[in-house]
């Protein structure tokens, strides 16, 4: 075996057993073993714990994207496609983004919530180092759809959601560090946090040319901020100027979206 071929097979394993973790992470944070993520730490992970937290369906843009990662788990074992450059670059990072997922998930099952702020960071990092490889292996070769949709789409949608996810799970580890979620200081963090939401999406939006990756990005992070707007208008933790702050938002990133495409045209 040459030893491109072993790098290739070892790099395939390694995706392989951070499925397994995330697999594992996945089954604890639904409940199957052990309480759901809602129920876990003292339900800081709720819709209602913070005012940056999204209403509870938000949360169902995991279904997409977990089908996404079990298709690129497989696709990156297809004869076909295991040597392409989008597969050979975006392993290691992928194997970091799935394992990452599930450690958080675990991590938040054994009620450190700080540590969850960092393992969020590290799949922020993991998601965009992967993303820059698919930038390069894009122009490097023809992509067809399934491609497409396994990589720049499915890890786009994953770093738009993580980017609002990370911010709420900083704001959840603040309030299980005893800030008052109802108080005036808490509101004006809130807005200021929206706002660097839209600035993190904004820049990441300029550094990738995929067109593909800046819609999925931008669609992920504007379900993600409409849905906060939702829960402060109607859940059990309300804040007019939160949600009309979310709003805004999400028409920002949208704009930013139609605008950067429209450059492209």
Partial sequence: MSTAVADQRRSQILVSLAAVVWAVGTAVGMGILGDGVSQQSRGLFSDHATLIAPHGPAFSIWSVIYVGLLGYVIRQWLPRWSATPLASTTRVPAAWALALNGIWLLVVQAGWVWVSVVVRVGLVVSLGILLDRVRFALAAAEIDMASVLAVPVTFGLYLGWICVATCANVASALVGSGVEPHDRLATILTIVV????????????????????????????????????????????????????????????????????????
Wanted: glycine residues 4%; positive net charge.
């Fill in 194 to 265: 929206l706002a660097v939401v839209v600035a993190i999406v904004f820049v990441l939006g300029r550094r990738f040319s995929s067109q593909a990756i800046v819609t999925a990005l931008s669609t992920a992070a504007v379900w993600g901020l409409a849905w906060i707007a939702v829960a402060r208008f109607t859940g059990e933790l309300r804040s007019t100027p939160v949600a009309w702050t979310a709003l805004v938002a999400a028409a920002l990133v949208a704009l930013a979206w139609a605008l950067r495409i429209r450059q492209r045209a």
